[in-house]
């Protein structure tokens, strides 16, 4: 079993940039796909962002794509989401998902595990 705690979110304004950390409890973290998922008010959580157990793939929605990178560290068992020209409409609680395998996994439903959610608020 896998317990994982999100952090780095924050108010930022628009244009701004903010890390997300998510640091996994557990042995075997390297044999897990990771994934970043949000969910705004009122709207239904929804994929940002996975990466695989090496973290030689990665796949992104289409509404981060070029602004948001996933990345992971082994060692440190803890997966980021650095997001860069923050839009007010990425505002939302952002989660970090875990699933044992080496593949990506990119929907919702395929996650086994899922940490409390970080707050993520950017202004105008």
């Known amino acids: 079993q896998v317990q994982l705690v999100e952090s780095g979110g924050g108010l930022v304004q628009a244009g701004g940039s903010l890390r997300l950390s998510c640091a996994a409890s557990?042995?075997?973290?390297?044999?897990?796909?990771m994934g970043w998922f949000r969910q705004a008010p009122g709207k239904e959580r929804e994929f940002v962002a996975a990466i695989n157990w090496s973290g030689g793939s990665t796949y992104y929605a289409d509404s981060v794509k070029g602004r948001s990178t996933i990345s992971r560290d082994n060692a440190k068992n803890t997966v980021y989401l650095q997001m860069n020209s923050l839009k007010p409409e990425d505002t939302a609680v952002y989660y970090c998902a875990a699933r044992p395998g080496t593949e990506l996994v990119l929907n919702r439903g395929g996650y086994y595990y899922w940490g409390p959610g970080t707050q993520v608020t950017v202004s105008s």
């Open positions: 557990g042995r075997t973290f390297s044999v897990y796909a």
